[in-house]
């Protein structure tokens, strides 16, 4: 864990707390219950002092006929307590962590991109799953334990004492030992519960890895290289989890030892003190059954500690990740934006992922409504980032990015980015409906709309010869549909927002050159009448473009139409003719015609 990224112990404990705030009622309720189910465990030890001195030896037999009936309404009231408290509990605590797992996981989505892209996926869904999991059993189970065997411990502490204070001064004395045992092992679990869940994470992300890529392992035959992986991690994850059984087991051990070696001291003191007439062999077999109870709290105690330290180690990870704020927030008073035009203005931007090196450095660009620009560059560049600026993914390091006018980072996040749409390189599809993905995020609109939208990326009359047409399942990430139909898909889910600013990334990168025209005239559909930035895999794609773009190392390097920067002969055209006699024949022989 990151040194940014701890939560004291003691700051843990009132978040937790300001969780439950909501649902206090219910939990003073569960309170009230505990309280009473703790008191109906109190009671029968006391009632074997009855049994021994009035029925066994004084005859009593009215005591004999009323104790039977007085245990089973005792622990009727006690199983009655015991539901209410556990219902009540259980309530509330799964309440709050519902509610902790949907602040995290909005936290996650509204997180920095530089944090998202730099952790492994699986380790933050591990967040989101399995420490809020381990959580839930501390807000539940341990919370519960920890209250109602307080609250009998105590109260069998009470009665000892009121039997034979001399005897409860001397177990008492051996107590001690037995705390600072717990202590040690809380310290130690709490540094175990830590490591399981780092390995529990580490397993996630190897686990979500493998399956997100399994085209790759498949293509590259590496099965049995990514089972390794899991193996090796696999094997981290239980080491560590033995290394908690075994300071469990260590605990439980000691504390059993000394407890039965408390227990032999009273049985000989007090047998002393029954011979000698100073305590009655009620008392003794009362004061000896709550002893033989209290085992029952402390031993509760050394899981409750185990599950505690988990549990909290748990909680550490989950508020040290909401504890990272944000670096893209909506401005406290946001500038309206209303409905733009489209104009674009990037004013002296600097901006770097790492400090101290640069990605971008002092670009200057004004792009008109309506216009098309096309950047262009080698690889590593700086074209997508500088995009990126643009619907806010990032805020530059200095200068700034205008739309119409206006500073992206003074305006409203959300109202800015409805009116920018975007085609990534690698366009994902969720898993539903082709009408649910053209329409994602405006389950408002009408299927005309999404049709129209359909229509202009050239998709509609694919979609209709469907058996089930717009109703068709796409399937998990759009693995039922080709790389071009998943691109014009992603073409009418920017377009049909009617965006007054086209990001077209990389759109076509990953096709042959037959999809990629047809997607090439569904991106061309698709700009008309909006500001557009064309970022191009292939040169020849970008010909009619009103400027080219041409980015190095951060900097633009030069810019203007096709015709200008080949007549340059500077780094466009060598760009251009690198990749131009890389092409397939007809290919090249189709530019040479135009």
């Known amino acids: 864990m990151n040194s940014k990224e701890k939560t004291t112990p003691r700051s843990v404990y009132p978040r937790l707390l300001a969780f439950a705030g909501p649902y206090k009622k219910r939990f003073f309720l569960a309170l009230a219950f505990m309280l009473l189910a703790s008191a109906c465990t109190v009671v029968p030890p006391w009632l074997l002092k009855n049994v021994v001195d009035e029925v066994l030896i004084e ?41 902790l797992r949907l602040r995290l996981y909005d936290h996650l989505q509204r997180m920095s991109l530089r944090y998202l892209y730099g952790k492994r996926l699986g380790e933050l869904m591990s967040r989101i799953t399995n420490d809020v999991t381990i959580l839930q059993n501390l807000v539940t189970s341990v919370v519960v334990n920890l209250i109602v065997q307080s609250v009998t411990f105590l109260g069998m502490v009470g009665f000892l004492f009121y039997i034979n204070w001399k005897l409860t001064l001397i177990t008492f004395a051996i107590l001690p030992l037995t705390f600072l045992i717990l202590d040690r092992a809380a310290k130690k679990l709490r540094i175990v519960g830590h490591a399981i869940q780092k390995e529990l994470a580490a397993l996630s992300a190897v686990v979500q890895e493998a399956f997100g890529a399994i085209r790759i392992v498949r293509s590259f035959a590496t099965e049995d290289l990514e089972l390794g992986r899991f193996r090796r991690t696999n094997s981290d994850n239980f080491r560590a989890v033995m290394k908690g059984v075994q300071v469990q087991a260590v605990l439980t051990g000691l504390i059993e030892v000394v407890l039965i070696a408390a227990l032999s001291v009273i049985l000989w003191l007090g047998g002393r003190e029954v011979v000698r007439g100073e305590l009655s062999p009620g008392e003794l077999i009362a004061f000896l059954g709550y002893l033989g109870f209290l085992v029952q709290p402390i031993r509760v105690f050394t899981s409750v500690v185990s599950s505690m330290q988990l549990g909290l180690a748990a909680a550490d990870r989950i508020f040290s990740l909401l504890d990272i704020p944000g670096e893209i927030t909506t401005p406290a008073d946001p500038r309206p934006l209303g409905v733009l035009k489209g104009r674009v203005t990037f004013k002296n931007v600097s901006f770097s992922y790492v400090a101290d090196t640069p990605v971008l450095s002092k670009i200057s660009l004004d792009v008109l409504p309506g216009e098309r620009i096309a950047l262009v560059g080698p690889t590593g560049s700086g074209k997508s980032t500088l995009v990126d600026l643009i619907p806010r993914f990032y805020d530059p390091d200095s200068g700034s990015v205008l739309v119409d006018g206006t500073d992206v980072r003074t305006v409203d996040l959300r109202e800015l980015r409805k009116q920018i749409g975007i085609v990534p390189q690698e366009s994902l599809l969720l898993k539903g409906t082709i009408a649910f993905n053209i329409s994602y995020g405006l389950p408002e609109l009408s299927p005309g709309e999404i049709e129209s939208a359909a229509k202009i990326a050239g998709i509609h009359t694919f979609i209709s010869g469907l058996t089930d047409g717009y109703l068709t399942e796409v399937g998990e990430r759009g693995v039922t549909l080709s790389g071009g139909q998943r691109q014009r898909i992603a073409i009418a889910r920017a377009v049909v927002r009617n965006p007054r600013i086209l990001i077209l990334d990389e759109a076509t990168s990953s096709l ?72 397939e024949p007809e290919e090249r022989q189709k530019g040479e015609q135009r």
């Not at 199983?79 to 799964?94: D, E, I, T």
């Not at 700009?527 to 010909?543: E, Y």
């Open 59 to 99: 005859k009593d037999l009215a005591m004999l006929n009323t104790l039977p009936l007085l245990l089973v309404a005792l622990f009727a009231v006690k199983g009655l307590a015991s539901y209410g408290h556990q219902y009540l509990m259980n309530w509330v605590g799964q309440n709050v962590v519902m509610d």
């Open 512 to 583: 042959d050159l037959e999809v990629e025209r047809q997607v090439q005239e569904a991106m061309n559909a698709a700009m008309k009448g909006r500001t557009s930035f064309l970022i191009a895999h292939r040169l020849s794609t970008i010909r009619n473009a009103d400027r080219i773009i041409v980015i190095d190392k951060g900097m633009i390097a030069e810019q203007g139409s096709h015709g200008e920067l080949m007549a340059q002969g500077g780094l466009y055209r060598r760009l251009y003719d690198l990749q131009f006699f890389r092409e």
